[in-house]
């Protein structure tokens, strides 16, 4: 897989929905501050800007536990829209 596509999302009109959801799973408010604000949880050394030094394993921890919420998130408010139907 290209690592050029590697941010690039299937409805790019989405962007906004999925940062506003990933600032919801993350607690914060900045959409931005999300990843750091995981990383800072588990304990993963991620920093604004380089972050060669990080391990495949630490930025997958990060990635993951993100990713795994809004999936959970996602999951919730699905089910949440269906009962009211």
Do not use: F, H
């Not at 940062?19 to 914060?28: E, F, N, W, Y």
């Not at 050394?45 to 999936?71: D, H, I, Q, W």
């Amino acid at each position: 897989m290209s690592r050029r596509n590697k941010n690039k999302i299937l409805v790019p009109e989405a962007r906004q929905g999925l940062d506003q959801l990933k600032a919801k799973v993350a607690g914060t408010n900045d959409p931005e501050q999300a990843k750091y604000e995981i990383a800072k949880e588990i304990g993963v050394p991620l920093n604004n800007g380089y972050n060669g030094k990080l391990t495949s394993e630490e930025a997958g921890k990060v990635g993951g536990r993100l990713g795994g919420n809004m999936v959970k998130e996602l999951v919730k408010m699905a089910q949440e829209n269906l009962s009211k139907k």
